[in-house]
């Protein structure tokens, strides 16, 4: 039985509200150059009735980062630049829950109402967007929703119901699916959609590809940014695809599993708030290439720039020792380069030998793929932390003999603990200690992969024997399209 909880909380529409501001708070229209202050149109559930908290405050200002711009005209077959933008954001509330938000962005014509109010030329538009909210991570089920939504907004044909009873259906009607156990089956309109979610024992969550990351960054930069996050270095990623930043940003967040990370996250930095990038503490933010950052400090600060694979930062980022590095950079390289990496091996099947990340990379990237690489930066944990668990002292302050631990290492590697910065970094980090933590807490982390894995290792088992060897079939469960009367009232 699927849970009470909802996949869409909210359906939400921002842009240019009846007061309008420039960015930088001054009333009134100041022209189609300036960038103007964008607000909360419309919502459903309205406020006071719903099962949810409301929308968080700062939502247009994250949905639409650049603010509004006025244009003289609206989509044009011809220009690009004119098309609807589809993207996903994230944020982060105050106790670490994070809010996922699926945007379309569009050029909107602006009421005459406000026109004549403001002194806007005739027949203007400005920039709106829609967007559903959810505390479910799931991205693919978010989008495919709010585009057939978007489609039935402008369709020439309309649609068979009223917009806005389609969206209410839709927002209190849909359960979150349980994880593992069921599949849940919904309409809009014509569309046919479904979600689902892993199991438990699996992986987290993940409803994203990580082939943007693979495709945007080298192993070599992959592994460096990997290392800048695992250390909780300042990371600035800049693209000039919001979804890019986004995706990427959650993606090395997944890497990063069993460890969380701790401090501040925006994927998607409102251009005005690139004064945040100044912060002394550790965060992960991107912010949009097209903003200017030449009056910003940005010593410390590790910027990653999507569009180029390149990597800048003034301080050094140690590197992971060289048999785990050595380990992740050939397994990577497996994966996203099999013809190459298996030039010189014959095509012949040899039982245990054949290697099962060879043989998901021969395909297109899919999700085969999406669990090979979380695979192997878990099989990358088990390396470098290998027998952490013996060093775990309660007495401690920090729960763990970090001393005891390196000279172990030390020992069984033949390396100095004076050469091993890069781990003792990590032990210091606010993730390993959360990780510590939550090892203590037998009601919460019930379901330690990594311990898992390091026992099957200790064991010569396959890492793959962690995982349920056998999933059942998902109940489907289908909620029924209602039949609807109403008023015909659009939201465009």
Not at 31 to 51: K, R, T, V
Not at 292 to 319: A, H, K, Q, W
Not at 460 to 476: K, M, R, T, Y
Request: proline share 7%; with cysteine; net charge negative.
């Amino acid at each position: 039985m699927a849970s009470t909880s909802r996949i869409f909380e909210y359906f939400v529409v921002c842009g240019l509200g009846p007061e309008i501001r420039a960015l930088d708070g001054v009333k009134g229209f100041h022209g189609a150059e300036e960038m103007y202050m964008p607000a909360f149109i419309d919502q459903f559930p309205h406020s006071g009735h719903a099962l949810y908290p409301p929308p968080p405050p700062q939502l247009p200002t994250c949905v639409l980062p650049a603010g509004v711009r006025i244009y003289s005209s609206g989509l044009d077959a011809n220009d690009v630049s004119t098309y609807p933008r589809s993207y996903p954001i994230v944020l982060t509330e105050g106790d670490g829950s994070k809010i996922y938000v699926s945007c379309i962005a569009f050029r909107d014509p602006i009421c005459e109402d406000i026109t004549e109010a403001y002194q806007i030329p005739a027949k203007s538009f400005a920039d709106k967007c829609i967007c559903f909210v959810s505390h479910s991570p799931c991205f693919q089920v978010l989008r495919d929703a709010l585009e057939e939504i978007f489609v039935l907004c402008f369709s020439p044909a309309g649609c068979s119901k009223p917009l806005w009873d389609i969206i209410s259906h839709v927002v209190s009607n849909v359960p979150l699916p349980t994880p593992g156990k069921d599949r849940v089956l919904f309409a809009i309109d014509n569309c046919l959609l479904s979600a689902e979610t892993p199991p438990k024992e699996w992986l987290p969550h993940a409803d994203i590809s990580f082939q943007p990351l693979v495709q945007c960054l080298d192993v070599d930069k992959l592994i460096q940014l990997f290392t800048a996050v695992l250390l909780e270095r300042r990371i600035l990623l800049r693209s000039n695809k919001y979804t890019l930043l986004t995706l990427v940003s959650e993606a090395i967040c997944h890497l990063i599993y069993p460890i969380r990370w701790q401090h501040v996250y925006i994927p998607i930095i409102f251009s005005s708030g690139v004064d945040y990038i100044d912060a002394p503490t550790p965060y992960m933010m991107g912010l949009h290439s097209g903003v200017d950052t030449s009056g910003v400090t940005m010593d410390g600060v590790v910027v990653v720039d999507l569009e180029y694979n390149r990597i800048t930062t003034t301080e050094e980022i140690p590197p992971i020792p060289e048999s785990e590095h050595n380990f992740l950079r050939g397994e990577i390289l497996k994966l996203l380069q099999p013809n190459v990496v298996g030039i010189d091996y014959m095509k012949i099947n040899l039982g245990s030998m054949s290697d099962h990340s060879l043989r998901a990379a021969t395909k297109s990237w899919g999700q085969e793929h999406d669990f090979q690489l979380r695979l192997i930066f878990l099989r990358f944990f088990a390396r470098i932390m290998s027998g952490y668990r013996n060093f775990i002292d309660n007495a401690l302050q920090t729960g763990f003999n970090a001393q005891a631990f390196l000279k172990k290492r030390s020992r069984a590697t033949n390396q100095p603990v004076e050469s091993m910065s890069m781990i003792m970094q990590f032990i210091e980090t606010q993730g390993f200690l959360d990780y510590l933590e939550r090892c203590n807490n037998a009601e919460e982390f019930t379901n330690n992969l990594l311990d898992k894995l390091q026992d099957a290792t200790g064991r010569g088992q396959n890492p793959l024997a962690i995982f349920p060897s056998h999933v059942a079939d998902p109940e489907i469960i289908t909620i029924a399209d209602s039949e609807i009367e109403g008023s015909g009232q659009t939201i465009c």
